[in-house]
């Protein structure tokens, strides 16, 4: 069977096509070598159909990109969110665990402990003089700055709190970050399926999306099925509702401090009975030991204000006239100044030390988790990288390849052209 | 093999660069302050040891300041007894010569007033103070004990003024009831001292020299009561001197404690930080050259 005159020329113009895209690719991968999201993209070549001949002979009609696909691992990609999601989780925890620590300003002199140090000393010195008013004064204005110390203590607790409540409404609110991912994967997730359904390319559109669930996955631990047709289903902080489901966003979610990520860090430390709360529990059992070690003590009017046992309201009632150092009403007995000077390193101090304990030991674990997340996180990223990012020495040697597939090409299409030229100019030269 | 890509290598070299900074920044801290725990996270049992330690410290040193006021109350109590002594062997003299019934009425008359005015001298001595308050009062420091004038009678009351002298609440008694040894003058008629004097004065002015003998009598028994009381006051400065001695120990002890737990250990850190300082020095040199790396296009023509 004989074949088309031409038909070399159509398979040299697939040949300089096809290179021509790869170049293109390439190029592409070039200019997003750094862009973040960005997955490598590759221009698969395939055989175009090839001819058949009599006698059961094939005959190549040359090459066709039969896609341009991403290097994206699915595994790696949903590693990659789940490691961010507990690096996240981490990271908020020991950012506010450090401000609480840092609020307490232990172990130095500036902290309650040395207040109730000095607090402890005045009532010392008040009973090795009894009738001094100097002695009194300073009981007074020594018990004043601890009260005023442990005021401002668990101001600063409650305000850390707020703080990160405040975050958190930040977060979660209607427009919100949380809101404009969802609604974002959501779009996404029309405009791929529309965009596949065309038969077109929607490789862009799906590292897009990809970037915007690596970004949800900081905020919360997520999951997600395919649902075919370029869509998916989108579950977010192990909610049993899923946040986005096709084109639908299901809003609002319930987030919990099981929700993982930055959402379940910042619910874990504020939310009721959360890691705060429990502080200022702590810091309200020493005021409360305080108020009622000391006041039990004390004759008449009570040195601390019976009616405020917590943190927050700890005040001191008594004036340098009313403190009594005595039952017996003797000006030089002192049964009472040396038993208050004596609760030195009791209940408070103790229930104080173990406080800063608990505090430090929650720190040290999430900056410990900080570290370890951080680390796994940086590894899990690298393999991530390695697999979906630009390499420019591959490029390089693959741009090398297309230029000189296409200048073959090229070639292919000169000799044809002689080819035509001898058989047009010299066979068809009488006609 | 693993495929190395540009963004990794940026990547990872920002994460490790990261890492040592932090380590380095953490060494310099500890060296700067010079203490390895500088916030409760940094070693949170050692950080609430630290605060206990502290606390004891500040509880030591008030026992040391207890301690040397109650030095200076038993010190000033034991110069008055001292003094009180040195006049009561000044009336036994006068009591013995006057007993020998060799004196004139005269000679016994400028005696009394000597013994009245010796009488004054101790009331005076028993009204000492120490930082404005009276010693002998009991806890009834700011009224002297004694009057004076001719009212004998004791004015403070018999409670105790301790101070607390170690840990655990050990106190001890730093005054001294001087009640029990000048008593209440002749109205109480308890043969304490003030009431033997006035009997010796009356005995002399009336010239009764037969009853001097059983004031002399009277007189040995004070002066026995004024032995134990001032040995009472030197064991207690004893006492006090020793729990100096052992609250001393202790500071040290809890000092070398504190030291162990809180301070950082110079030389070690001072290695760590060279060590890491030129650990980040190279990995700094490193990562530049890596970076600049010419990749395959810096060597393609055409």
Do not use: C
Not at chain 1, 125 to 133: E, I, Y
Not at chain 1, 248 to 265: D, F, Q, R
Not at chain 2, 16 to 21: P, R, T
Not at chain 2, 104 to 116: I, Q
Request: aromatic share 4%.
């Amino acid at each position: 069977m004989p074949i088309s005159t031409f038909m070399g020329l159509q398979t040299a113009l697939s040949g300089l096509e096809a290179n021509q895209e790869g170049i293109q690719t390439t190029s592409n991968n070039i200019a997003n070598a750094s862009t973040p999201g960005y997955t490598e993209e590759t221009a698969v070549m395939t055989e175009d159909y090839p001819l058949s001949l009599p006698g059961g002979m094939q005959l190549g009609t040359g090459v066709d990109v039969a896609s341009i696909t991403r290097a994206s691992d699915e595994y790696l990609n949903n590693s990659y969110r789940a490691q961010n999601a507990a690096a996240s989780y981490a990271s908020t925890q020991s950012t506010t665990l450090n401000q609480v620590q840092s609020d307490l300003g232990e172990p130095s002199g500036t902290g309650i402990s040395s207040q109730l140090a000095s607090f402890w000393s005045a009532w010392n010195d008040l009973a090795n003089d009894p009738t001094s008013q100097a002695a009194r004064q300073t009981v007074v204005d020594d018990g004043t700055t601890l009260a005023g110390g442990l005021n401002s203590l668990s101001d600063q607790l409650t305000a850390v709190q707020s703080q990160v409540a405040q975050q958190y409404a930040d977060l979660t609110g209607t427009g919100g970050e949380l809101q404009s991912y969802a609604n974002q994967i959501a779009t996404l997730n029309g405009e791929i399926a529309q965009a596949q359904g065309s038969g077109a390319n929607a490789n862009q559109l799906e590292d897009q999306r990809d970037q915007a669930i690596n970004n949800l996955s900081s905020l919360g631990t997520v999951s997600y099925t395919d649902l075919g047709g370029g869509q998916l289903t989108l579950d977010f902080g192990g909610d049993a509702t899923p946040l986005v489901s096709g084109t639908t966003v299901n809003w609002p979610p319930t987030v919990t401090s099981a929700s993982g990520g930055e959402l379940g860090a910042l619910i874990s430390l504020s939310g009721p009975g959360g890691q705060i709360d429990s502080y200022l529990t702590d810091l309200n059992n020493v005021a409360n030991a305080l108020v009622s070690t000391v006041n039990t003590l004390s004759p008449g009017t009570p040195f601390f204000n019976p009616a405020d046992t917590t943190a927050a309201n700890i005040a001191v009632a008594a004036t340098a006239s009313t403190i009594q150092t005595t039952t017996t009403g003797n000006p030089g007995a002192n049964d009472v100044a040396l038993a208050i000077a004596n609760l030195s390193g009791g209940q408070a101090d103790q229930s104080y030390a173990a406080f800063v304990a608990q505090v430090g030991n929650d720190a040290q674990t999430a900056q410990n988790g900080q570290q370890t997340s951080q680390a796994l996180l940086t590894s899990i990223s690298s393999q991530v990288q390695s697999v979906s990012g630009v390499s420019l020495d591959q490029e390089m040697t693959n741009l090398l390849t297309y230029q000189q597939g296409y200048e073959a090409s090229a070639k292919v299409m000169t000799a044809m052209q002689n080819m035509l030229n001898t058989l047009i100019t010299q066979v068809g030269a009488g006609l | 093999m693993e495929r190395i890509t540009e963004l990794m290598t940026s990547q990872s070299t920002i994460s490790n660069l990261n890492q040592q900074l932090n380590q380095l920044s953490s060494t310099e801290n500890e060296l700067s302050t010079g203490l390895s725990i500088n916030q409760p996270s940094d070693n949170p049992y050692g950080a609430s040891l630290a605060i206990q330690l502290n606390g004891q410290l500040s509880a030591l040193g008030s026992y040391t300041g207890n301690i040397s006021d109650g030095t200076a109350w038993t010190s000033q109590a034991d110069s008055s007894l001292m003094d009180i002594s040195d006049q009561v062997q000044t009336v036994q003299e006068l009591v013995v010569q006057a007993a020998n019934g060799t004196s004139t009425p005269a000679e016994l008359s400028a005696d009394a007033t000597e013994v009245n005015q010796l009488i004054a001298g101790i009331k005076q001595d028993a009204n000492a103070q120490y930082d404005g308050q009276y010693i002998f009062s009991g806890t009834d420091t700011t009224t002297a004990p004694y009057q004076a004038g001719s009212n004998d009678a004791y004015q403070g009351n018999s409670g105790a003024v301790n101070r607390t002298i170690g840990p655990g609440g050990t106190t001890v008694q730093v005054n001294t009831n001087i009640s029990q040894l000048l008593g209440s003058g002749q109205p109480a008629g308890d043969s304490l001292l003030l009431n033997t004097l006035r009997n010796i004065s009356q005995d002399m002015q009336a010239g009764n020299t037969a009853s001097l003998g059983n004031d002399l009598t009277s007189l040995h028994s004070n002066m026995a009561t004024l032995g134990q009381m001032q040995a009472n006051v030197g064991s207690i400065q004893d006492q006090l001197q020793l729990a100096s001695t052992r609250i001393e120990n202790l500071q040290t002890e809890v000092q070398t404690q504190l030291g162990s737990t809180e301070d950082v250990n110079m030389a070690q850190a001072m290695t760590q930080y060279s060590t890491e300082q030129a650990s980040y020095n190279a990995a700094l040199q490193a990562s530049a050259s890596v970076l600049q790396t010419d990749s395959l296009a810096n060597f393609l023509t055409g």
